[in-house]
């Protein structure tokens, strides 16, 4: 199973190599070696798009900027300097991979909106391009530039052959580049930044490298695809250029093929190429790009899995109908031009591929009754008398002050937690308990004020290095990456870890964190299928896969019900067993009572009262915090 | 005298352009809604209004009594549609992104992608101007700013006014606690998509009042535009128009201090600047 795809790829690398072969002998017209090259650029193009913006969800429409920026170092250092074409093609993948790193460096670093923003930015991109291409000599000046014929290697006797075989190899290089990156952590990052970009990174994983690499990786595929582009035109003007065909259609053809899978975008060139073929060979030139949005929006309101996710729910019906379909047409000759038995056979495959229903994509999860599997042991209100003694400082916040334009959420904090300890963090609503959480984890920065850990200040750090120096935290409201499993989310936080693993080895050892929490039996559903309880089972496993010193849990029992609570004390203690400390962020006083070994109170961004548990709840200030501020106070 | 005259024919074409910038903003600050069909709406009004003017004898101001319903209604449906399938933010970029094509295209299908211009003796407008103190102004772009001035005025004052638009506010700050204050949110997501509409069809009316069209105008507006819904904030209507305001005379300014075809690059260079350092806008609203 694990080499499907490369034996795919090797299929069609075989293909492509004997297709010029075949055709001297057995005499195929040259028009379907210039179809079949068409194709091929798409897929490289689209899956250019699709490394990017299907596997991270930042929607580019500036392809049109990458492919420019090609054809046009292409035309410049070939056409006009002649420079030899193979270093001009990679000066072009080069050119336009820096264009993406300095996109990504402006619109990545966004605290906010940075999708839409991006998006907003690669529609205006392309435009600032075409002036500047059209505007200076040195480049175009708007008269175009035409481009020679290149000197081929001998054994290919013509120059569509030559085509081929380059647009052949650039496909196949973005096609295993999509699939490499869909194996390994590469492409892992991208899912969970579109899933959830700051769950992700608190999980350790370098967001911003990584949208980087995506975005570099985009740029070179499409730079050098634009180049072999514009070695095929012969002559490339601005509107030729950088018009709105290119940005289209890789995102129709990403979007109908299927955007979370690497061969996706490849399909959807095929089906588009076609598709526009035949409407131009028919007369309806005109229409062609209605169609491609109509198709844009009916797949995207309706199918937005895409035909990939329909093939691989009916492997063996789709590709034999396509098979049957195609060779009956073309072979019993009821149509003449091949195309149109493809095109036929395609549409076919498709409204098999749509119909909902067949195998189920992902792994079938384990039927049970919803329960989680965790030995109940018998949960008394004795108090937490597992006190350590002796322990190191491990978190120091030293005069904490977090504002948000007028309002002082934290008013100056000192807390110390020790190794080893379980620190209650209680307060009325508002008292600043999410904001010194938010803070510790690096999620934000603080106006002022030092946070170390184990002696290092964590504050200007990234929230991925601070997780890498081993402070986790859940959320109050689970945030699971819901196109991930629960193995795989657990595994996820393994992967980017402190000893980062590889993948599969990553989802073996994700089994030993959801045992403890007691989802083992869950481990193949996704986030969506399991209960509320469940799910902050599912942070807290997530959380100390990343192998903390320091467990931030924000809430982590808020909504169950009395005996999902029992448990999951239950799972706390274990987890502080396997000597993690804990900051524990609790509204419920029975459980803080049970679980803390020391208590800090917040009110109003101050600390209240710091201390045992039985004493700090008898303090009449804390009493008064709790119960109002009108409430006159009889004490017990 | 001739950089004040620039900057100042600047900020009244910046108006026109805050006038688009308006139906966009609201919609994704209180709906949610990216909506790149906002501009096929304007280019069908810019299109419609030079069909009704030629064939029927109606003035060009006038055919808004037909396209201003008319573009109520498109958007009040496209807002249905995203309801119905609860589009997200992102992926309304893509499904508006089709339906701008598509207009482009059905559009250049019918008018053909030439140029197209009303005659003189049906636009009064076009070769009139008027004479404030030393500084001349076409009327075509009088009227521009008059209606972009007015309207966004008029948005601010019924979002600041009336139930309706505390309402919408409400909604924008947080769906689920209005809609449990007994905010119908569906009803009033309807009427502001439908009112954006008829904003876009007065924008595409004063198009073929001050100049030429040609279908592929939307992809020459959109840069500058979200640059002033950006740079206006987003939701925040006397924003957009000081946005719009500033833009436009900056880019007036260039274009006379250099050269006419520097004033993208500048004004885009300001955009990224001013991305990285108020991506919350530059006039940001009380408690932001």
Known sequence: MRHKGWLALAGIAVALVALPVIRHAADFPMFYLIFLSGILFWAAQSTSWNILSGYSGYFSFGQGAFFGVGVYTMAVLFGRQGTSWWVAALAAGIASMLLGLAIGTIAFRLRSLRGEIFALLTLAIPFILASVARLSKAIDGGQGIVIPVPEAPSFLSQFQEFVFVASGIVALIALAIAYVMQLTRYGWALFTIRDDEDVAEGLGVPTFLHKMIAIGVTGLIAGISGAVAALQLGFVSVEGTFNLDVPLFVIVMSVLGGRGHWAGPMVGAIYVYTLQNRLASGGFEGWSLIVLGVILVLVMLLAPQGLMAGFRRRPWLTAGVFVVIFLGLWLLGVTSDPVTALAVALGVTAVIAFIPGGRKKGPPSIADDGAPRVHHAPVGDEPAVEMVEGGQPLLVAEDVVKTFGGVRALRGVSMTVHEGELVGLVGPNGSGKTTLVNLMSGAMPPTSGTITLDGTEIVGSRPHRVAHLGIARTYQIPRPFTSLTVRDNVAIAIMFGREPLSLDASRGAAAEYLDLVGLGGRADAFPGEINLHQRQLLEMARAIATRPSLLLLDEALAGLNPVEIDNAVEVVRRIRRSGVSIVLVEHLLRVVNQLATRIVVLDQGLELAEGEPSVVMRDPAVVKAYLGRQADVESD | ?288
């Open chain 2, 1 to 288: 005298m001739i950089e004040l005259q620039a900057a100042v024919s600047g900020a009244l074409n910046g108006s026109l352009f805050a006038l688009m910038a308006l139906g966009l903003s609201l919609a994704w600050g209180f709906l949610k809604v990216i909506n790149l069909a906002h501009f096929a709406m304007i280019l069908l009004a810019g299109y419609l209004t030079f069909e009704l003017a030629t064939s029927t004898g109606l003035g060009p101001i006038t055919t808004i009594v037909v396209t201003a319903p008319l573009m109520f209604v498109v958007g009040a449906l496209i807002q249905l549609g995203y309801e119905r399938f609860d589009v997200s933010e992102l992926n309304s970029l893509l499904i508006s992104y089709g339906l701008l094509i598509i207009t482009v295209q059905v559009v250049t299908n019918i008018w053909t992608a030439d140029f197209q211009r009303l005659p003189t003796e049906i636009n009064p407008y076009s070769a009139e101007s008027v004479a404030i103190g030393s500084l001349r102004f076409p009327v075509p772009t009088l009227l521009a700013a008059g209606f972009a001035v007015v309207l966004v005025v008029a948005a601010a004052l019924v979002l600041e006014r009336t139930y309706a638009g505390r309402a919408l506010q409400a909604f924008g700050q947080d769906r689920e606690i209005a809609s449990a204050f007994g905010i119908d949110h569906r009803l009033l997501g309807v009427l502001l998509a439908g009112a954006a509409g008829a904003s876009a069809a007065i924008a595409g009316m004063l198009f073929p009042i001050g100049g030429t069209l040609t279908p592929d105008l939307p992809f020459e507006w959109i840069g500058q535009v979200f640059a002033i819904v950006i740079l206006g904030g987003i939701g925040n209507v006397p924003g957009t128009l000081y946005a719009g305001l500033l833009v436009g005379a900056i880019s007036g300014l260039v274009a006379v201090i250099w050269t006419p075809s520097t004033s993208p690059f500048v004004v885009f260079s300001l955009v990224v600047l001013a991305l990285v350092f108020r991506p919350r806008g530059l006039f940001p609203q009380k408690g932001g």
